[in-house]
């Protein structure tokens, strides 16, 4: 059975830091490639950030450039968001996904086999 299991969430002042995990079981974790999503109150899931499975193909949404870092450890079966100066705008329920087809850093929901149950983040302003 496939799990992803988020964790590092919380309430943070806006301007400051968090750092997200997921770790994953079931599955060969090298094998897949990764995505966070978010959703925020009233809004639908957006794509934040996704990474291939070998780690060397990123990909980011516009409004979290430069603040938010993917990466993953093959050897922990993790993946993580490094997550600076944040903003009141972050504030939403992050979602680790798995896809299985490595290759790829895609940030089209549908293209995603597996998903966590979410963690909170709220940013306070």
């Known amino acids: 059975q496939v799990q992803l299991v988020e964790s590092g969430g919380g309430l943070v002042q806006a301007g400051g830091s968090l750092r997200l995990s997921c770790a994953v079981s079931?599955?060969?974790?090298?094998?897949?490639?990764m995505g966070w999503f978010r959703q925020a109150p009233g809004k639908e899931r957006d794509a934040v950030a996704s990474?291939?499975?070998?780690?060397?193909?990123?990909a980011y949404a516009d409004s979290v450039k430069g603040r938010f870092t993917i990466s993953r450890d093959n050897a922990k079966n993790t993946v993580y968001l490094q997550m600076n100066s944040l903003k009141a705008e972050d504030t939403a329920v992050y979602y680790c996904a798995a896809d299985r087809t490595f290759f790829r850093a895609s940030r089209l929901e549908y293209e995603y086999d597996y998903w966590g149950q979410g963690t909170q983040v709220t940013v306070s302003s």
């Open positions: 990474i291939s499975g070998g780690g060397t193909n990123t």
């Open positions: 079931g599955i060969t974790f090298s094998r897949l490639a």
